[in-house]
């Protein structure tokens, strides 16, 4: 079946990296995504990774993406208090629409 | 471009009460998009638009219908709404190239008493 697992809750210090991690279950997803969800705010596009790549990098981001374990993590190097947020997962379905399948969100709260 | 906004940010019903929810996008995508996002749990599909003139199920369309009126409108509408209903209801759009990107609307916070 289709499951997108992520930790609930995270908490860092100001100025160091996070770590968000995902782990998903369908391996035949083509892209996966992270978004970003700012209080009371939609869902905003951080960053994406196709499928057969194993890094991507994007100024503070950086998305690892081990196929074999199914697992996706995104870093935010040097951790600022605006990054404090809800980071969802998602996978892409390879089959019919443009279908999206959602984690349940990482709460990051950054702190002094 | 205002990317898409959607009407209502907030409402209030009683249980029975009927409302429809406007989504609109100003990006020329094709494919639109509307979920619910529930207290631990990620977004999840009520019901979808590939292109103008089509509609279909997502994993939670029961109590919903939609409609999509032209290309840069996408309407929800809850015929008697239930508690079950209280949510945070997002639009979304697409291009229907190969990554696919969604983009979302703010919301809209509905509570069902």
């Known amino acids: 079946g289709e499951d997108v697992e992520q930790s609930l809750f995270l908490s860092v210090r100001e100025g160091d990296s996070s770590v968000i991690n995902c782990t998903y279950t369908?391996?035949?997803?083509?892209?996966l995504y992270w978004y970003k969800q700012e209080p009371g705010a939609g869902l905003q596009l951080l960053t994406y990774i196709f499928s057969n790549m194993d890094m991507k990098q994007d100024q503070r981001l950086t998305v690892l993406l081990n196929k074999k374990d199914k697992h996706l993590s995104l870093r935010i190097a040097d951790t600022q208090t605006g990054d404090s947020a809800i980071y969802f997962c998602?996978?892409?379905?390879?089959?019919?629409?443009?279908?999206?399948?959602f984690g349940a969100g990482t709460r990051l709260a950054v702190h002094p | 471009n205002a990317g898409v906004t959607q009407t209502p940010k907030f409402q209030v019903l009683k249980t029975g009460q009927s409302m429809t929810l406007q989504c609109a996008q100003d990006?020329?995508?094709?494919?639109m998009y509307w979920y619910r996002q529930d207290p631990g749990m990620g977004l999840r599909l009520i019901y979808y638009s590939a292109s103008e003139g089509t509609t279909d199920k997502g994993e939670v369309p029961n109590g919903y219908n939609v409609s999509r009126l032209n290309k840069r409108e996408f309407s929800l509408r809850l015929e008697s709404a239930a508690p079950s209903q209280t949510s945070v209801y997002f639009c979304?759009?697409?291009?229907?190239?190969?990554?696919?990107?969604?983009?979302f609307g703010p919301g809209t916070r509905l509570t069902v008493l």
């Open positions: 979304a759009s697409s291009e229907a190239g190969l990554a696919g990107e969604q983009f």
């Open positions: 990006m020329n995508h094709n494919s």
């Open positions: 369908d391996s035949s997803s083509t892209y």
């Open positions: 998602a996978e892409k379905m390879v089959y019919g629409y443009n279908k999206l399948i």
